[in-house]
């Protein structure tokens, strides 16, 4: 097939992205350069942290993790609220950070669907006292005609000299 003697004049031609690279390698920003003999690697400098070493606990002042939390009032009535416990007295004295975020949210989906019903109890009201006032052969622009009416009457009256 091919020989080596045919594929020779191809050779210089296989070199020349290699030699491209070195030379633009001072304008390439260090993080994204290709780490030697790696591959076509990220190099992650900035961002990693290295594995050996431990962070340091300071000896003077031990940490203590408190598996809980001691409610506020509002966050014992957020509780109740939501059905966690029935009454206050059930209420222990330390409660877990995410019962207090679960009460929460599930207060906050309740009053949602509280506002989303009492949107459309409103627009339900709007239209029923719409048709209404078209019954009574009412509408925007005779209230605001009447209005200007009595308006130009008062600003002529005004303006009329007085005996």
């Known amino acids: 097939m091919w020989g080596r003697a045919d594929l020779a004049p191809v050779f210089p031609l296989l070199s020349l992205p290699d030699k491209a690279v070195k030379l633009l390698e001072r304008n390439i920003p260090s993080f994204l350069r290709m780490s030697r003999g ?9 961002c990693s942290k290295p594995q050996e070493e431990s962070p340091v606990q300071p000896r003077g002042r031990p940490v203590l993790r408190v598996p809980g939390h001691k409610p506020t009032d509002w966050e014992k009535k957020c509780l109740l609220w939501a059905g966690h416990f ?12 995410d019962t207090i975020r679960a009460a929460q949210t599930t207060l906050r989906v309740k009053f949602s669907y509280i506002m989303i019903a009492l949107t459309i109890a409103g627009c339900i009201v709007m239209v029923i006292r719409g048709k209404q006032a078209v019954k009574r052969h009412e509408s925007l622009t005779s209230i605001n005609l009447e209005k200007k009416a009595q308006w130009k009457e008062e600003a002529t009256q005004s303006t009329s000299p007085k005996p």
């Open 38 to 46: 790696a591959g076509p690697k990220v190099s992650r400098r900035l």
């Open 86 to 97: 029935k009454k206050p007295e059930d209420i222990p004295e330390v409660v877990s950070i």
